[in-house]
């Protein structure tokens, strides 16, 4: 195995039990939430990987922080800190507090988007879309080809494709780019980073034609750690100086606090023009609250400014990819097919070729969720055509990836969890035959995913 092994750079001072699950109860419990994992309880999982936002577990001086809450509704201590932690680390003058990562994306969607408008990023992502399609946006996929193909191997695979963003900027003309949307790393992609040069070039680009460039910062250290591994040149700095750097290639940033801040709650909205700033005020106070707290408790203010900075720590950003990558590789090592290269938050399971018995139209993404569930009481996520949703003609999307996502919250489990996991889905994949296709007993708008319900086609 090419990972480096390296046991958990903590020790666990508190505990939460989990409930073992049996068979019988399990498969109560998937019918119930109509072969949804979203609906799953979760006192009726064994092992979540739904997500890592939100999931983190917060460190002793974390915990220590929330005592140091100053709830006061106007300029609290914690809110100075912070502010401070983003400016030193993130290297962004202005900064607007949000309850969470799409509050962030609202008030940036709103201040810069006008109708018939255009953002280039690389790859959607869920409610970064859905925001600048409310403010009269259409978003445009500039992320490289590789990026769409489960097997291709790139060490960047997040990369912006420079000639594709070239080309939206001679179709629409600049005026009708507000920004361009780095994600860094790419969620829906299989967590694949963006190299510095790519932010470089996109940064070179957009200042030729007067169009900003705004970070999805939301897993920027796990990029950063990508970039320590794999771009010549970076091997000696450190991981602050990196991202450091790499933020230095934006105008501002929308962050989710629940990924790589290492909290259960909170975000916010970075930048450096004061007249932007200005509008985002104007609508902070509107959405979220005062600008000095934006819908965070002063504690969770504190936690997160604590939490950005021991993100920064080589060895615990270390840990968390490489137990990342110990999960992938004993699948792989078993035979499932999961997207390549091994991304920085979670392994995600090809659903397409590990049920290939499965149409499309029968959801063969949504139908593994469910069924890891069953095996082993495991949790994971549809991301395929269950979350790519409908086009305007109300015909079903077909993204190129079908994927099941399975995400590791931060410092929460143990390498003997991973292993109880890779053991479930191998076994899976050796039965893999007896996995029925779905079809939807209840099918919402918006963000179907999310509430959806199904049912076995026998
Ligand atoms: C890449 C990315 N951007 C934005 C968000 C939105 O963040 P939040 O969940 O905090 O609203 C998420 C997660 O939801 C995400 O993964
Ligand atoms: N951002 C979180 C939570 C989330 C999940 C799915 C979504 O489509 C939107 C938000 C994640 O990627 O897990």
């Known amino acids: 195995m090419s990972r480096e092994f390296q046991a958990e750079p903590f020790r666990i001072k508190t505990v939460e039990p989990i409930k073992m699950t049996t068979k019988e109860e399990r498969e109560e419990a998937i019918q119930k939430a109509g072969f949804n994992t979203f609906l799953l309880d979760s006192k009726d999982v064994y092992i979540d990987l739904l997500t890592d936002s939100g999931t983190n577990a917060m460190s002793d001086y974390q915990w220590a922080g929330l005592m140091m809450g100053d709830e006061a509704y106007a300029g609290s201590k914690n809110w100075y800190n912070l502010e401070k932690a983003v400016q030193e680390c993130f290297g962004f003058e202005y ?13 940036l969607s709103q201040i810069m988007i006008k109708e018939g408008d255009y953002i280039p990023g690389n790859m959607y992502f869920t409610t970064t879309k859905a925001h600048q399609e409310f403010a009269g946006g259409t978003f445009r996929d500039v992320i490289i080809d590789k990026a769409h ?28 780019i507000p920004y361009i949307c780095v994600a860094v790393t790419v969620n829906m992609a299989g967590g694949q980073p963006v190299s510095m040069e790519n932010l470089r070039k996109v940064k070179e680009i957009s200042d030729k034609y007067g169009i900003k460039v705004m970070f999805d910062a939301t897993r920027c250290v796990e990029n950063a ?18 991202l450091k750097e790499m933020m230095s290639y934006g105008d501002g940033a929308t962050m989710s606090g629940k990924k790589d801040p290492l909290v259960n709650i909170g975000g916010f909205l970075a930048m450096n023009d004061e007249e932007l700033y200005q509008r985002a005020t104007q609508l902070v106070v509107v959405y979220e609250g005062m600008p000095t707290y934006g819908g965070m ?3 969770d203010m504190e936690a997160m400014a604590r939490g950005i900075y021991e993100s920064l720590d080589y060895h ?50 949504q139908a593994l969720a469910a069924n890891i569930y069953r095996d082993s009481g495991v949790r994971t996520m549809e991301r395929g055509t269950v979350s790519a949703g409908r086009d305007k003609d109300g015909n079903n999307i077909f993204p190129k990836l079908e994927t099941v996502r399975l995400t590791i919250p931060r410092r929460v489990y143990t390498y003997a969890h991973m292993d109880v996991v890779a053991d479930s889905i191998i076994n899976l994949y050796e039965n893999r035959e007896k996995i029925k296709g779905l079809r939807f007993a209840y099918e919402p708008p918006v963000l179907r995913f999310f509430t959806a319900k199904f049912e076995e086609i026998k």
């Open 95 to 107: 900064v607007v507090p949000t309850h969470q990562g799409r509050g962030a994306e609202n008030i």
């Open 149 to 176: 193909d489960s097997q291709a191997e790139h060490p960047f695979k997040g990369n912006v494709d420079l000639e594709k963003y070239q080309a939206l900027i001679d179709e629409v003309g600049p005026e009708r």
């Open 225 to 242: 750690y990508f970039i320590k591994e794999r771009e010549e040149g970076y091997q000696d700095k450190s991981i602050a100086e990196i």
């Open 297 to 299: 408790a002063g504690r």
């Open 316 to 365: 615990y950003i270390s840990h968390r990819v490489n137990q990342v990558r110990y999960l992938g590789e004993k699948l792989e090592a078993g035979g499932v097919p999961i997207v390549k290269p091994i991304g920085g938050h979670a392994i995600f399971v090809d659903a397409e070729r590990f049920l290939s018995h499965l149409p499309r139209e029968e959801f063969p993404a």
